[in-house]
């Protein structure tokens, strides 16, 4: 059996969420009664988004791959990131692994392909927004990402930041972010939206909106993991 190692706590909230889901669906395709091995290195969100925000990436880095150096020395036998704001040095994070890592990006990714998407709008932090990892991956597969005008990112970054991760769920919060959505898909035309961080499904619960699929990179990335657990 192999452990999966996780590098959480960017933010709390959705590595407990990573943890729950893990197991339930291990559980769910094993009927034999048994947990899975978990690792859990839980970092300092501060210090990573203060190191983004600084625009340090090499200092990014060095931190993260340092972390997953520590899960490989606890047994890990492969990693995963459980946020999409650090995939903006994945590559980077990749090269220095000593074990293989999932990309939540390119999960995603592969998600979107099979559900036949070609134009997805992106919700996340505003490092995540902004940032080109997603469209770059994306565009390989000949799909567009589409992002919000600059004051709707300031919103759903100050929500986000404010109150998605310190698990604080509003029910105004998420009727903002549903009419974003709704002009999103009006003004440019968006098939589906890619909740872009980890703890944007905690108030967007929903797997599709108005007709749009609402792809959920969490759990995306868990079916992947317990698909590696069990492989």
Do not use: W
Request: with cysteine; hydrophobic share 40%.
């Amino acid at each position: 059996m192999k452990t999966v190692g996780i590098i959480g706590g960017i933010g709390p909230e959705s590595t407990m969420v990573y943890y729950r889901s893990i197991v339930a669906a291990y559980r769910e395709q094993t009927h034999d009664g048994s947990y899975p091995p978990i690792l859990i290195n839980s970092i300092d969100l501060t210090k990573m988004l203060g190191l983004i925000g600084a625009n340090q990436l090499s200092e990014v880095t060095e931190y993260l791959a340092g972390e997953v150096q520590q899960l490989a020395r606890g047994g890990a036998d492969f990693g995963l990131l459980a946020a999409n704001t650090p995939h903006i040095v994945f590559d980077e994070i990749r090269r220095l692994s000593p074990i293989p890592l999932i990309s939540i990006v390119e999960v995603t990714c592969k998600e979107a392909q099979r559900l036949r998407l070609g134009n997805l709008g992106l919700f996340g932090a505003r490092f995540t927004m902004q940032a080109r990892f997603f469209p770059d991956i994306f565009s390989k597969a000949g799909i567009a990402v589409s992002i919000p005008e600059p004051e709707e990112q300031d919103y759903i970054h100050d929500k986000y930041m404010n109150e998605l991760v310190p698990g604080i769920i509003l029910p105004e919060t998420r009727e903002r972010l549903l009419k974003i959505v709704d002009r999103m898909k009006e003004r440019q035309g968006i098939d589906g939206l890619i909740l872009g961080g980890t703890e944007l499904p905690l108030i967007l619960k929903d797997p599709q909106y108005n007709g749009l699929p609402l792809l959920d990179t969490t759990q995306i990335h868990v079916k992947h993991a317990v698909a590696e657990l069990l492989s």
